[in-house]
Structures are given as structure tokens and as C-alpha cells.
């Protein structure tokens, strides 16, 4: 599957983003869908991920949503209450075959978005 993220931006401290991720040749129907970032000097973090429910990272747990359009083949990562320690590179990614004690882990997905710079000021 090809993923397309967009919908990055500036925003200050409080304010809300929506990233989108397009995906095709293949259904999101069967593949699970998940958010990562990286911040500068920083690993890659999970953020969220979607199968059959929802997954978050507890640094955004309440105040990032992650959701999907089956019609538009595109997930999104609602994003608000945002906090500078949110900057970050935002990548989305899909995989067919991940198991489910895996799902925060980066590895475990197989295609990978060109990502999307989200920065948040004070």
C-alpha cells in the first residue's frame, strides 16, 4: 500500500491539527493503520494506531484521535490541545500482518508515509 500524509503545520501551544493519510492499492479494511514521530534527536515514537479499536500513546491519550474513512481509504490523527513537546516529523504507516502485541512498535509495519512536520510553539 502507498500512503500520502499532508495536513501539517505551525500552530502555537492549545491550538489543533488534523493529519491525513491517503492510502493506495490496498483497503484499509484489512490493515492496520498507525501514527509515529520523531522528534529531532530523538527515536521514533508510536503516537496512535487503529485495528478494529484504538491504540495510544499515553502522551496523547485524550487528546489525539485517531480514526478511518473505509469510503476515502484515508486515516486521520485529530490533534488537539497540541504542546510544544509535540513537535515532531509524523509519519503514518500501514501493515497487513501485525501482531497485535506489536502494534506500537515501528517495525512491525510495513509501508511508511513520507511524513509530515508538525510544530508546535509556546
Known amino acids: 500500500v502507498q500512503l500520502q500524509a499532508s495536513g501539517g503545520g505551525s500552530v502555537q501551544a492549545g491550538g489543533s491539527l488534523r493529519l491525513s493519510c491517503a492510502a493506495s492499492?490496498?483497503?484499509?479494511?484489512?490493515?492496520?493503520m498507525g501514527w509515529f514521530r520523531q522528534a529531532p534527536g530523538k527515536e521514533r515514537e508510536f503516537v496512535a494506531a487503529f485495528r478494529w479499536r484504538e491504540y495510544y500513546a499515553e502522551s496523547v491519550k485524550g487528546r489525539f484521535a485517531i480514526s478511518r474513512d473505509s469510503a476515502k481509504n484515508t486515516v486521520y490523527l485529530q490533534m488537539n490541545s497540541l504542546k510544544p513537546e509535540d513537535t515532531a516529523v509524523y509519519y503514518c504507516?500501514?501493515?497487513?500482518?501485525?501482531?497485535?502485541?506489536?502494534?506500537?512498535?515501528?517495525?512491525?509495519?510495513?509501508?511508511w508515509g513520507q511524513g509530515t512536520q508538525v510544530t508546535v510553539s509556546s
Open positions: 504507516a500501514g501493515g497487513n500482518r501485525i501482531i497485535l502485541s506489536t502494534i506500537r512498535e515501528g517495525t512491525a509495519y510495513d509501508s
Open positions: 492499492g490496498r483497503t484499509l479494511l484489512s490493515t492496520t
